[in-house]
């Protein structure tokens, strides 16, 4: 097996003692049974099953002294970016095996549960996450099936305002649950735009990430708190649909984690964009 640093990994025993960088992956560990295989987590691990484990710190930014006391079998880390490399070169220094994963795809989610089942030893639980992971997402297409995509803005960032770019997990989780990323014809992962072209663009729906509220059950007569969040903001009002109400909180874990729950997070979208049938 190779990672996205080219390194190469050969199963042999299963490995019992791990520390996830990467809050997707620790939940991708935690959902194929391997929650008693972590040593550590990081301060965005939010799954109450690890609140007893010690934290490490941030996932580019972690206590090496920690790591090596810990001693872990493998430290999975993020690969991307000038940090990565720091990263890694360090844990090399202090003699600590790393795999670097990243994962912006469904496919590259695919290919790492199924890597580190085999590391972790468990291969048919990496299997039959996967598989469920890819039956939420075909429901969540079947949802809208017949029907129009609707053009939709999610807000990464409000000041200055940042969004998805194209070829993203995000961009690629917007279409499966029958959305059009208004800025998918720009170029990069995540741009900055102005509020004249958010309003410009007219886009029908306002997606905002939020922590506390997101994923609410929207029943008849429900009011997304976030309209009244953004209809606040001199610059968000002026977009059409905050102007109207057509906003829609999201849990940001959940829809910012290319993990086994992203299934979830597209059938939540799809039945708030089209309705559940």
Same mark, same amino acid.
């Given at each position: 097996?190779?990672?996205?640093?080219?390194?190469?990994?050969?199963?042999?025993?299963? +490995?019992?003692?791990?520390?996830?960088?990467? $809050?997707?992956?620790?939940?991708?560990?935690?959902?194929?049974?391997?929650?008693? =295989?972590?040593?550590?987590?990081?301060?965005?691990?939010?799954?109450?099953?690890?609140?007893?484990?010690?934290?490490?710190?941030?996932?580019?930014?972690?206590?090496?002294?920690?790591?090596?006391? +810990?001693?872990?079998?493998?430290?999975? +880390?993020?690969?991307?970016?000038?940090?990565?490399? @720091?990263?890694?070169?360090? &844990?090399?220094?202090?003699?600590?095996?790393?795999?670097?994963?990243?994962?912006?795809?469904?496919?590259?989610? =695919?290919?790492?549960?199924?890597? @580190?089942?085999?590391?972790?030893? @468990?291969?048919?639980?990496?299997?039959? /996450?996967?598989?469920?992971?890819?039956?939420?997402?075909?429901?969540?297409? =079947?949802?809208?099936?017949?029907?129009?995509?609707?053009?939709?803005?999610?807000?990464?960032? +409000?000041?200055?305002?940042?969004?998805?770019?194209?070829?993203?997990? &995000?961009?690629?989780?917007?279409?499966?649950?029958?959305?059009?990323?208004?800025?998918?014809? *720009?170029?990069?992962?995540?741009?900055?735009?102005?509020?004249?072209?958010?309003?410009? =663009?007219? $886009?029908?729906?306002?997606?905002? $990430?939020?922590?506390?509220?997101?994923?609410?059950?929207?029943?008849?007569?429900?009011?997304?708190?976030? *309209?009244?969040? #953004?209809?606040?903001?001199?610059?968000?009002?002026? /977009? $059409?649909?905050?102007?109207?109400?057509?906003? *829609?909180?999201?849990?940001?874990?959940?829809?910012?984690?290319?993990?086994?729950?992203?299934?979830?997070?597209? @059938?939540? #979208?799809?039945?708030?964009?089209?309705?559940?049938?």
């Amino acid at each position: 097996m190779v990672d996205d640093r080219g390194r190469a990994h050969e199963p042999s025993a299963p +490995l019992t003692r791990i520390v996830s960088l990467i $809050p997707a992956v620790t939940e991708t560990l935690v959902a194929i049974g391997g929650a008693d =295989r972590l040593v550590a987590r990081t301060r965005y691990d939010e799954d109450p099953a690890l609140a007893d484990l010690p934290s490490v710190g941030g996932g580019i930014d972690p206590s090496l002294e920690f790591l090596a006391q +810990l001693d872990p079998d493998l430290v999975v +880390l993020w690969a991307s970016g000038a940090n990565g490399v @720091l990263l890694e070169d360090r &844990l090399d220094e202090i003699g600590l095996d790393w795999y670097a994963a990243a994962i912006q795809t469904v496919d590259d989610f =695919r290919r790492h549960a199924r890597n @580190l089942g085999r590391l972790a030893g @468990l291969s048919d639980a990496a299997d039959s /996450v996967i598989a469920r992971v890819e039956r939420d997402l075909a429901a969540a297409e =079947r949802l809208w099936s017949g029907r129009d995509p609707v053009e939709v803005v999610y807000v990464v960032q +409000l000041e200055p305002p940042m969004t998805v770019g194209p070829g993203t997990f &995000l961009d690629s989780l917007l279409g499966t649950a029958g959305a059009v990323n208004a800025f998918g014809d *720009i170029a990069g992962s995540w741009p900055l735009v102005s509020m004249e072209e958010v309003v410009r =663009r007219d $886009p029908d729906y306002v997606i905002m $990430p939020v922590q506390g509220y997101g994923t609410p059950e929207a029943r008849p007569g429900y009011r997304d708190p976030s *309209i009244g969040r #953004l209809g606040a903001r001199p610059g968000w009002s002026a /977009v $059409p649909a905050v102007a109207v109400g057509r906003v *829609i909180s999201v849990d940001g874990s959940l829809f910012g984690r290319p993990g086994p729950r992203m299934g979830e997070a597209a @059938l939540y #979208l799809a039945t708030r964009l089209h309705g559940s049938r």
